[in-house]
Structures are given as structure tokens and as C-alpha cells.
């Protein structure tokens, strides 16, 4: 769409804080006002629909406003109720990443012992969520106390974290590592190449190809984003 708007700001409100276009309130698609809970957000928010379309009539769309999409994600599809999503998300326990390990080579297997295995022992010591690891692609069945305590840990997160948690677990494939980012105990960065050692392994030994290269910037910028989100939304 054409940029309709000349400046963004942001302005308090007894809610939060509101973003406004030209001083109307940037609006959801339900009709409600966006409203955001911590100033750091609203700020970022604003700075994007700012940059928008660079000046009035320039052509915008809403992948210039991720901010704008993960907050009106919380406010209108989650807040209302976040347990069918913090269940979605939950599920992602049961075949995490980390829990399954190559047979080889010598290699491949230590990497993922290397960086993986500490996460496992931080989810456990953290939620009490003891999972089991496998070697191959044959399904585990874990524990349901384990699944159970991974479960306690997304309900206790805020629809804004249940946003970002819904874009960061499916990219990296692991709930294991979102929960760390959600914790922030890693990074994006961090993150993306720990969920990455396989695809990174097998590169190494026969290298990349373009698309698949640009497939793994655009997740990599999705987990970036959702870390984002989640510190600027405190």
C-alpha cells in the first residue's frame, strides 16, 4: 500500500503506549488501537513506521513493520487467549532438535555433544525438564513429567513472549533454544548456529547452494527479529 502518513510518534496512554500516524492511532485489523506495554517498543514501533515508505505516497507493505506484526499478533490473537498458542508451542518438546543426535561421523557427533548438550542440562536445571536424546531420526517418546514442566514454562510467558516464541521455536526447531532466548541466555546469533550445526556440518563438506543460502538469511532474520522483540518488549 502507499504510504498515507507523514510523521509516526508515539504517545502514553493509560494501556501503554500507543503509535500514531499523523496523530491517529495505528489501528489492528480487528479495530482495536495498538497498544504496546513497555516504552522501548512503542519507540522501535514508531521508528519502522517512520522509515516506512520512506516519505508520503511511497510504496510500503507490512514486512517493513515486523514489530507492528509480532505486537498486534499479541494484542489481538494471543492476549485474549494464550493457551491454545502456548500449547502449539509447547509441542516442539516432544521433538526438539537437540534430543536428536547423528550416529556420525566422529565429527558431526561431537559438535552437537558440544553444543547442545549444555542447553539440555540448562532446560532441566531451569524448568526441571528432563529429556531424553536419541541417535538417527526414529521418534523418542519423552517423559510426560518432562513435557509437562515444558509446558508450565510457555504458559508462565507473556502473549508478547508467546509471539516471539512462535516465530523463534518453529525457525530453530527446538523449544530448548527458544525458551534460552526467551530467557536471554543466548542470543540470535548464538542461537541460530547452534540450531544450525547439522545444515552447517554438511555445508562445510559440500558446500551451499544460493537458495538454500537465502532461505537460511531470511529465518536467521526471523529469529533476530523475535529476539528483538522480546528484550524491547521487556
Same mark, same amino acid.
Given at each position: ?7 509516526? *510518534?508515539? &504517545? ?12 491517529? =492511532? ?17 519507540? *522501535?514501533?514508531?521508528?519502522? @513506521? $517512520? ?10 507493505? @507490512? ?17 485474549? $487467549?494464550?493457551? =491454545? ?36 542440562? @540448562?532446560?532441566?536445571? &531451569? ?11 526414529? =521418534? ?9 514442566? !515444558?509446558?508450565?514454562?510457555? *504458559?508462565?510467558?507473556?502473549?508478547? &513472549?508467546?509471539?516471539? !516464541? ?12 527458544? !525458551? ?14 547452534? &540450531? ?9 563438506? @559440500? ?18 527479529? *523475535? ?8
Amino acid at each position: 500500500m502507499k504510504r498515507f502518513w507523514q510523521v509516526a *510518534a508515539m &504517545a502514553a496512554a493509560q494501556d501503554g503506549y500507543r503509535v500514531l500516524l499523523d496523530g491517529r =492511532p495505528v489501528r489492528l485489523p480487528g479495530g482495536a488501537a495498538l497498544v504496546v506495554p513497555a516504552r522501548g517498543l512503542a519507540e *522501535a514501533i514508531t521508528a519502522e @513506521w $517512520n522509515a516506512a515508505g520512506t516519505a508520503r505516497g511511497g510504496a510500503m507493505d @507490512w514486512n517493513d513493520v515486523p514489530l507492528t506484526r509480532l505486537a498486534g499478533t499479541a494484542q489481538e490473537r494471543i492476549a485474549p $487467549n494464550p493457551q =491454545p498458542v502456548a500449547r502449539r508451542i509447547a509441542q516442539y518438546g516432544e521433538t526438539d532438535l537437540l534430543c536428536y543426535r547423528a550416529e556420525g561421523p566422529e565429527a558431526l557427533v561431537q559438535r552437537q555433544h558440544e553444543l547442545w548438550s549444555v542447553w539440555l542440562d @540448562w532446560v532441566e536445571g &531451569a524448568y526441571g525438564a528432563k529429556l531424553k536424546v536419541t541417535t538417527g531420526v526414529m =521418534p523418542v517418546a519423552q517423559d510426560p513429567e518432562a513435557l509437562a514442566a !515444558l509446558g508450565r514454562a510457555v *504458559a508462565d510467558k507473556t502473549p508478547a &513472549a508467546l509471539a516471539a !516464541l512462535g516465530v523463534a521455536v518453529p525457525a530453530l526447531g527446538s523449544l530448548v533454544l527458544g !525458551l534460552a532466548l526467551a530467557a536471554f541466555r543466548l542470543d540470535a546469533a548464538r542461537a541460530w548456529t547452534t &540450531a544450525s550445526v547439522d545444515e552447517d556440518f554438511q555445508a562445510g563438506l @559440500w558446500g551451499r547452494d544460493e537458495e538454500g543460502e537465502r532461505r537460511r538469511c531470511r529465518v536467521a532474520e526471523e529469529v533476530a527479529m *523475535a529476539e528483538r522483540f522480546l528484550r524491547l518488549a521487556g
